[in-house]
């Protein structure tokens, strides 16, 4: 089945500092990613969609030059966030349409604390 | 504003006890339905989706949902849960004319044996 690898699973950095997440689609491609954040026992909140080779589009208090997103090729999308602050600590998901079965498959997620 | 609603934040039920959980939606038009499961400490997991035909759609783990149009509800059913079933469920709405997917705000379900 369709396989989503969202690479680091966990990550620590030092406010002001930047953290990259990748996000690859394994055995299919696609054309569109999602980015979502998620706060401890709350829901996934879209934060933006990816596009290859367009920028992407970000929902509406999303900060676009603190997450910055990349969709540089049919497989690999990445996420960016920018001068991290402890308040930027959460959950993020990122999402892969699969246009072969019109699913959504989801990666495992990267745990970002901000110290 | 267009939304998912999952009305049961937290519930609470006995093994054996059957499972209803609520979504309502409020998109016009045409859209596609999932509802996706957490456990603990893993990723999401998709039990079941709903494109388009018969609106009672069975997914995996005995699991099922019916969609009706006219309420804009897609509800979540279980005949008899299990104390694996606990976990975190997730409804989840697409617009047919766009890629995202909007998801509720998610139901915690505990089941003790």
């Known amino acids: 089945g369709a396989v989503v690898s969202q690479h680091p699973s966990r990550v620590i950095c030092k406010s002001g500092t930047s953290v990259k997440i990748e996000c690859r689609s394994l055995?299919?491609?696609?054309?569109?990613m999602f980015w979502y954040r998620q706060f401890p026992k709350q829901s996934l909140m879209l934060m933006a969609t990816?596009?290859?080779?367009?920028?992407?589009?970000?929902e509406q208090g999303v900060e676009k030059d603190k997450f910055l997103i990349n969709h540089a090729s049919l497989t690999l999308s990445t996420l960016t966030v920018t001068s991290a602050h402890p308040e930027d600590s959460s959950f993020y998901i990122c999402?892969?349409?699969?246009?072969?079965?019109?699913?959504?498959?989801f990666g495992s997620g990267t745990r970002l604390t901000v110290v | 504003a267009q939304s998912v609603s999952q009305h049961n934040h937290h519930v609470i039920l006995s093994e054996a006890a059957s499972l209803e959980l609520g979504c309502n939606y409020s998109y016009g038009g045409t859209v596609n339905l999932f509802w996706y499961v957490q456990y603990p400490g893993q990723h999401l997991q998709l039990l079941l989706k709903?494109?388009?035909?018969?609106?009672l759609v069975k997914g995996i783990k005995g699991f099922e949902a019916e969609f009706i149009k006219s309420k804009f509800s897609f509800n979540l059913r279980k005949p008899s849960v299990q104390w694996s079933d606990t976990a975190e469920y997730f409804c989840a709405v697409n617009k047919k004319d766009t890629d995202k997917l909007i998801f509720g705000t998610g139901t915690r379900l505990q089941v003790f044996p």
């Open positions: 055995d299919f491609q696609a054309t569109t």
């Open positions: 990816s596009n290859e080779g367009s920028k992407a589009t970000y």
């Open positions: 709903y494109f388009s035909g018969d609106p």
């Open positions: 999402s892969a349409r699969n246009r072969g079965n019109y699913g959504y498959t």
